[in-house]
């Protein structure tokens, strides 16, 4: 009997292993759970596949909320308002190139934009073709950076002029580029074992099969209350907001990471930062485009909590720094009596994004004759 | 592979289940096997360094024991010359190299160029376990083994070949030939002892880490107060993160019938620095007395030449936990503190009682010298130190870690010491207690635990 157990168990815990070696179906499961909530439920959805493997509150509720489970975070994300394209609408002949991150990233976005033809939205934070601006159309950028992203923007080190084959432009673009993690292994043998073998995700890959089910929440959040109640503890990627409304990004509150916004920013740096936007905007004219605009979204943290300790400001030091076209967020988040981004998450709202795209609106329009 | 580890928990699961599934003649392959997966999923060409050593040792041993006297003395020489040799290639090297630099660059010298690599995982700690075996078979207390397969376990059994105990050949070679039967009680005891171990390393070390690990990196920053909490906490974190290893280290080795050595035995409890040097790292200390403080002359030479003994061996010992003037300062102050001791023993100045008062000054004492050990510089360490004696007594951490926070570290410290102190006779309580702590430990290490995969202490080593 002893022996069968033992059997029993070797067998389940050689298939789990077998599992969190196959780098390419975690790689799917990851983007399953990422994607789950923000999809319709389909009938295949109810295949096992989904509910043993897919079916986690680590997205669902915010990311913040992911990373620590506290229970008195657990919001339901409400869903964004699309903006599709309007075909009836009378030809503009122009065409918007947005450069972004996550808070743009996976939105319908196409007729958001009054004067436009067209939205193309490329994710920074990912590989994309060099851009070829369309010479028949009128072409603007608008760049757009969540303000912790600025302090380490540098146009030579991202993937914005790293290019790959396919050229950008609006008469080739036609999906919106989604990462597609890679899972491609090396040819010899022995270099693929030992990519399998050892793979360093492994652990982390287990995580995810074994711990990443809803089931388990109930366990995280009892774990995470007793923990944030006993000890005041919180992972390192969380902080809680002085009014213990809302979780933040720690990064964007612990003065020991770069973009914190309580970390003491010099004027050279804001230099080097407004050095290296007005470089990219050079380059952006220099292919094509009539005009590029700045937009940066504002951390929770400096709209909410920056009272905390001694906000840098750097998003104002910036937008008064730099020659070009800014689309200026801070006062009107500030002023805004409405919540604008999720309590549970590091990003806008719906009506943060809606917030945005009507002063987006607002300072495109006067540029367009 | 880290001990707190899924992926750990899961290779243990297979590794112990197919080991008693397999008839014994494969058993040594298997575990070889395992030992190698675990070493290489760190970096997997270090192996290569193992296994060089190894063919060196296994070779030795065998020629030690067929030659003559004078022939004996060489082979185990060129052992040790090659075990040093790449421990002061790997470890040392660069030290070396920097500190030339440092004199050389003064006049403007020629420069020695660096060498750009990590350090060989726990390369101390097999090393000393290989030559423990070459000097035991030169000494005749072992017989050089002939089966590579089980002499490359001796080095490399995976539940102590990157962070000890140290073993020794008579101890762990009979126990590799030997069949081991699974018996439930040994088996549920390595259960226990895996899950003390954890417990001291999720709940008590990484916790404490929170704290002294932000501390310790900007000490500037903090007030007298915030060091001095860290300096203590400090003790406790290396303590639990080290011995928490070790108990896993044990425990797992009992799971496959294997008896790993005591290493730790309450050193926080010690009355003066010789008692604590008697129950911390013992694999370690006793590793020292047997291959290098007694082939000194040990406590037979002459007082002045025990003194200058004692220093020697607690400065290599420093300098065994890192190539950095830090640790050797370190082993410098335990080595002081020694000759301290015994000075005063020699002229018969014996305080008897004041048990309490002993026990502060000598835990106070080693808190002090911790203070080298952890931190970045030895610059910072007087800092530090200087810093912690100017006074100041308001708590600045807070964003760090809270005061209910400190409250609940306090508390878990007291509760390790009970818990130990409960815990010192486990192996003698019937096997349904101890699964049920087992069980309640497990438990405890999910709630309370912090799962970020930090890396043990002493790995670096």
């Known amino acids: ?369 | 592979m880290l001990f707190n580890s899924l992926l750990f928990l899961l290779f243990f699961i297979i590794v112990t289940i197919t080991y008693y599934l397999l008839p014994h003649r494969f058993r040594w392959m298997w575990l070889l096997a395992a030992s190698f997966y675990f070493y290489m999923y760190f970096k997997p060409v270090y192996i290569l360094i193992i296994l060089f050593t190894i063919i060196v040792d296994y070779c030795a041993g065998i020629l030690i024991e067929r030659a003559d006297q004078k022939h004996k003395k060489f082979y185990l020489l060129a052992s040790i010359v090659t075990n040093v040799g790449v421990l002061a290639y790997f470890k040392y090297f660069n030290f070396l190299a920097e500190n030339i630099n440092l004199l050389t660059a003064s006049f403007r010298g020629p420069q020695i160029p660096l060498i750009n690599f990590l350090l060989p995982i726990g390369l101390s700690f097999h090393t000393f376990q290989a030559m423990s075996y070459t000097i035991e078979v030169y000494r005749g207390n072992q017989k050089a083994e002939k089966h590579f397969g089980i002499y490359s376990l001796y080095v490399m059994f995976y539940p102590q070949m990157v962070a000890g105990p140290i073993e020794r050949p008579q101890h762990i070679l009979p126990q590799l030939h030997r069949e081991n039967k699974f018996n439930s009680n040994t088996f549920i005891a390595g259960l226990l002892f895996i899950m003390m171990g954890l417990f001291k390393k999720v709940v008590i070390a990484d916790r404490l880490g929170l704290y002294v690990d932000p501390v310790f990196s900007d000490p500037h920053n903090h007030t007298s107060l915030d060091l001095l909490l860290a300096t203590y906490f400090f003790a406790f974190q290396i303590y639990c993160d080290f011995s928490g290893y070790s108990d896993i280290a044990i425990g797992t080795a009992l799971t496959l019938g294997i008896v790993l050595m005591k290493n730790f035995n309450m050193p926080y409890l010690a009355h003066n620095v010789s008692e604590f040097w008697k129950r911390w790292h013992i694999s370690l200390s006793t590793w020292f007395r047997d291959y290098v403080y007694i082939p000194l002359g040990g406590s037979r030479v002459a007082f002045p030449l025990i003194c200058v003994n004692l220093l020697v061996v607690f400065t290599i010992s420093g300098l065994w936990h890192g190539a950095n003037w830090k640790y050797l300062i370190w082993g410098l102050i335990h080595g002081l503190l020694l000759v301290i001791y015994q000075s005063l023993k020699k002229l018969k100045i014996e305080v008897k009682g004041f048990t309490f008062i002993k026990w502060l000054i000598t835990f106070n004492l080693v808190c002090l010298a911790w203070i080298f050990f952890r931190a970045n510089t030895v610059a910072d360490a007087f800092y530090i130190i200087g810093k912690i004696f100017s006074g100041s007594l308001t708590y600045s951490a807070n964003y760090t870690m809270p005061v209910k926070g400190l409250y609940y570290c306090a508390i878990i410290i007291l509760g390790l010491m009970g818990g130990e102190w409960y815990m010192r006779n486990a192996t003698a309580f019937s096997n349904r207690k101890k699964l049920l702590l087992a069980l309640g430990i497990g438990v405890a290490c999910y709630f309370f635990g912090i799962f970020t995969e930090a890396q043990f202490i002493y790995f670096q080593f």
């Open chain 1, 1 to 369: 009997m002893r022996k069968i157990i033992g059997i029993i168990i070797l067998i389940i815990s050689l298939g789990v292993l077998l599992l969190a070696m196959n780098q390419s179906f975690m790689n799917k499961i990851k983007q399953d759970q990422y994607f789950d909530h923000l999809t319709a439920d389909n009938p295949g959805k109810h295949k096992l596949y989904y509910k043993a493997f897919v079916k986690t509150d680590r997205w669902r509720y915010g990311d913040l909320y992911g990373l620590c489970f506290l229970p008195q975070y657990k919001f339901a994300l409400e869903p964004f308002k699309t903006y599709p394209a309007n075909n009836k609408k009378p030809a503009t002949g122009n065409i918007l190139y947005i450069i972004g991150d996550s808070f743009l990233a996976d939105k319908t976005l196409a007729g958001a934009f009054d004067k436009f033809d067209n939205v193309i939205f490329l994710d920074r934070r990912f590989p994309f073709g060099p851009i070829k601006p369309d010479t028949t159309k009128n072409n603007y950028m608008l760049m757009e950076f969540a303000e912790r992203n600025l302090v380490d923007y540098d146009l030579t080190k991202t993937p914005e002029i790293q290019w790959p084959q396919k050229n950008i432009n609006a008469k080739n673009f036609d999906n919106p580029l989604v990462f597609q993690p890679s899972s491609s292994l090396p040819t010899s043998i022995p270099d693929r074992a030992g990519t399998i073998l050892f793979n360093k995700d492994l652990s982390r890959n287990l995580e995810i099969l074994l711990f990443y089910n809803k089931i388990f929440t109930p366990f995280k959040e009892f774990k995470a209350y007793i923990n944030y109640k006993l000890t005041g503890w919180l992972p390192k990627e969380v902080a809680v907001s002085s009014d213990k409304k809302r979780l933040l990004m720690n990064i964007t509150v612990d003065t020991s990471y770069r973009s914190s916004a309580f970390r003491n920013i010099s004027d050279n740096e804001v230099k080097t930062i407004s050095n290296n936007l007005n470089a990219a905007q050079n380059y952006y004219r220099s292919i094509g485009f009539k005009q590029v605009i700045l937009s940066v979204v504002p951390n929770p943290v400096s709209i909410y909590d920056d009272k905390r300790m001694n906000y840098n400001h750097l998003l104002q030091r910036v937008e008064k720094n730099n020659k070009f076209t800014v689309n200026s967020l801070f006062d009107r988040y500030k002023g805004d009596d409405k919540n604008l981004y999720y309590r549970s998450d590091g990003h806008w709202n719906p009506y943060g994004l809606d917030t945005w795209v009507k002063t987006t609106n607002a300072t495109l329009d006067p540029l367009i004759k």
